[in-house]
């Protein structure tokens, strides 16, 4: 009992440390390579949550029989815990590249396997496994480095859509640490005040100023200024996207209510990027409107960018929580529109004010005939939702003439500005 798992019978960690060892033992002895696959069921809590913990249960067992059907003789099949197992494959080729195609090999076969549907009880169930594989033979590694490399390779599978395997990469390591560490930092960059707000002009047809897109960056101690894509998202999958998120809303309302007390700039409109952690909030609204609320702006000056992946998931909330901001007299702009789903089934129904042409089809719509005919598509099935239409990425003055023949008047790009501090922003607007 102190070895074996009481629910599959299989080995239990203590002894799959136990085992483990001696084959790393063994193979520094032979030279010849072994592997481990460490095994997570794709969506078990679904099934656990749905159909109950014995049919749960009766899952695990049946894994566990088929599991035994894939390895030979003299492996070592265990259950970590919970939805976990770990196949410990010993006398694989002493070439490397040989070994990774044995252990591949047998992955596959627990992929295919795992993969044929479950009939328990009444219920037919389909599931698939996300394996994680690493090699050893040098004898350098401890067993916990090792189990490690599997269960980090395991998440690299997840990450790569599930069902699927993925062998370590001591390269992926290296970027896991890098990644801990940056998020520990940015756990401590908000109390720092090392988020800073970057300012990018939006203008019209005559290249006044409309507004700005508040871009968030990072002055980091060490690393320099650093852009969304180095942080953002490490952000959303950490969690830290929430804080850093309302960071930039508040931010941006005190920036709204300095520019309403300036006849130059009242008129302005900020856009900031909302995130899809964000918006699923149960209290999104309500927080949108406590800000504004609390630094007294017109909410018609801020306009909230999403993404058309964010809008088609739970339809009637998104719908439910636009509303409730439209009355508010909050603006939403479709950003990186095009390159999504672009249904026009979803978008009659959403109370989104603008279009953001996505600068993918502004780069080459000199020259690109498809862009062209898409640029023109959003710009029609904008005015006939009555809609505003931006175009961003606008880098020259023949990508701004083109965009005004074919009806698009507002624009946003580095042929007006480039993302600047707040202080170079109001000089370049007091300039035009």
């Not at 795992?114 to 328990?120: E, G, I, K, R, V």
């Not at 880098?395 to 580095?414: F, S």
Request: with cysteine.
């Amino acid at each position: 009992m102190a070895f074996y798992d009481p629910l599959t019978g299989l080995p239990n960690r203590r002894l799959l440390l136990d085992r483990l060892n001696h084959a790393i033992e063994a193979s520094a002895r032979s030279g010849k390579e072994g592997a481990v696959l460490y095994i997570d069921l794709d969506d078990f809590k679904t099934i656990n949550d749905t159909l109950g913990h014995d049919l749960g249960d009766h899952l695990l067992k049946e894994v566990a029989v088929r599991l035994a059907a894939c390895v030979r003789k003299g492996d070592t099949i265990a259950r970590m815990g919970g939805d976990e197992f770990v196949l410990v494959l010993e006398d694989l080729n002493e070439q490397i590249v040989e070994a990774a195609a044995q252990a591949v090999a047998i992955a596959d076969k627990v992929l295919s396997t795992l993969n044929s549907p479950y009939q328990l009880g009444q219920h037919e169930i389909f599931n698939s496994p996300s394996i994680g594989a690493t090699l050893f033979v040098d004898g350098r590694r401890t067993i916990d480095e090792i189990l490690k490399q599997a269960d980090i390779a395991m998440y690299q599978a997840k990450k790569a859509g599930r069902n699927t395997v993925r062998f370590f990469d001591p390269q992926m390591q290296i970027n896991i640490n890098a990644r801990a560490a940056l998020e520990t930092e940015m756990r401590h960059a908000l109390d720092a005040e090392q988020f800073r707000l970057y300012y990018q002009i939006q203008v019209d047809s005559d290249a006044q100023p409309l507004g700005a897109e508040a871009l968030i960056r990072w002055q980091h101690p060490a690393r320099g200024l650093l852009s969304p894509d180095q942080f953002i998202p490490l952000a959303e999958e950490s969690g830290l996207i929430l804080p850093i998120g309302q960071w930039v809303l508040d931010m941006a309302c005190k920036q709204l209510q300095l520019w309403e007390r300036d006849p130059v700039t009242r008129e302005l409109a900020l856009s900031i990027n909302v995130s899809a952690k964000q918006f699923r909030q149960a209290n999104f609204a309500e927080r949108i409107q406590a800000t504004i609320h609390r630094h007294g702006i017109n909410p018609r000056k801020l306009k909230l960018e999403l993404t058309e992946s964010m809008l088609i998931e739970e339809v009637e909330d998104t719908i439910s929580k636009m509303l409730v901001l439209k009355h508010y007299g909050v603006r939403f702009s479709l950003d990186d529109f095009g390159t999504g789903y672009s249904s026009l089934q979803y978008l009659k129904r959403l109370p989104i004010d603008q279009l953001k042409i996505d600068q993918s089809f502004i780069r080459d719509i000199e020259t690109d005939s498809s862009d062209q005919a898409i640029v023109s598509t959003i710009i029609a099935m904008a005015k006939s939702l009555d809609l505003s239409v931006i175009a961003e990425g606008v880098e020259t003055e023949i990508q701004r003439r083109r965009l005004l023949r074919k009806g698009c008047a507002n624009y946003q790009g580095y042929l007006f500005g480039k993302p600047v501090p707040i202080g170079e922003f109001e000089t370049l607007v007091r300039q035009r």
